[in-house]
């Protein structure tokens, strides 16, 4: 076998550069790599890498000009299985799947996809379908909320997004406790983070009740045409308001905590996922507080003072 760590193309004769590459290429076996180092961009070489062998390889570039270009070329030990963990630290839509599965793929997520299906009973093309069903959520970004009827967007704003703080809540809880357990002694930030996330989640809890049992009934009789003879509807939308500023002045605090949910270079995989896990609850968070303070408030309060 022919297995070179560095191989400079510069000093091969230029009509032996690529059959030279090819051969130590070929030589490789799955799980093995080489270099190449070149004076100019080789891409070219990748495209007829990719047409003579076909997507069998990886193609990294280690330094990328202006005067030297070092690429590591490599077999990949499985080019058909990456390993649950990888699957689920590049894609959350897939790490949720693989949740709901009942999948491990934080810390002992080195199994294939093969391996990861039969662990849980199902084969894996049932597995790798429930992965490409995940690829398919996207964003409401789309709607045009501000055009909505009112009782249906208060019903929206239920099942959209207090349903995924009820469901996502306390997942994220678990997990900081989780994360905070493993990893709280190299990073103390984590408890605290494990803490506020209890009392964070409890408020908001606290908070979508009050909305759900006293506003937003009041605002789909009032969407309906109906009188409602409610004073407390503005005291309430107001004590709301202060509540969600309160939730945003937490998860900002949170921020700070984390210094923007930055990882350590050794972060674990489930350390990961809680960071991306908050980013997204974040995100849900705020689109959840827009919908309700720049639309649903101030429409519900323009009906009730017709
Ligand atoms: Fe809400
Ligand atoms: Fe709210």
Redesign the pocket.
Known sequence: MIKTAQLDVTKIEPRLKHPTIFEHFDALVQGEEFEILNDHDPKPLYYQLLGERGNIFTWEYLENGPQCWRVRIAKPADENAETVGSIAAKDIRKAEVFKKLGIDFCCGGKKSLKQAAESVGISEVELKNHLSQAENIQSNAAHDFDSWDLGFLADY??NV??KY?REQGPIIEQLADKVAMRHGSEHHELFHLAEGMHAFMADLYA??KT?EERLFPIVKKLASGEKADTPEVKSTISA?EEEHESAGEELRQFRILTQDYKLPPNACNSYTYLFEKIKEFENDLFQ??HL?NNVLFPKAIALHQN
């Open positions: 704003i239920y997004h207090h703080v908070h979508l909305e709301m959840h507080i309700e």
